[in-house]
């Protein structure tokens, strides 16, 4: 069997980014959200141009609940031989509203993905941040 190649992803394009989006609703539609009725879904990008998805998983005891994003994260580094590295993070929501990562969310994001780019839908439109203006003082331990 061929090995399949792939080319590293260093940028994004507004047509990758739209795709992330795309691909970030269709994971909402997997979100067991019976408490919060908020369905989120997640697309990640990774440098080796791998996507990843995730939707958030509820649980009765709230503290137990896990994010979209870091659902995502998840199965990336479960489906790596290495440590993955994150070029983009496509969130999309339901009900929508702009929604950026939440703070533990955000650390992890970080630990994979230092420089990269976070979207989701706001009020007029796609917005674009970067990890770094997400989480100032975000860390790694070595």
Known sequence: MKKKI???VSSVS???RDKLLKVAKAAQNHAYAPYSKFQVGAAILLTDGRIFTGCNVENASYGLTICAERNAIFQ???NS???PKIV???VSTN???ACSPCGACRQVVWEFGQD???YYKGD???VERTMRELLIDGFVLD
């Open 76 to 78: 990336a580094v479960a």
């Open 88 to 90: 983009a993070v496509a």
């Open 81 to 83: 031989a290495k440590k």
């Open 124 to 126: 007029k439109g796609v």
């Open 6 to 8: 792939v080319k590293p």
């Open 116 to 118: 990269a780019k976070i």
């Open 95 to 97: 009900p929508p509203v």
């Open 14 to 16: 507004i047509a990758l």
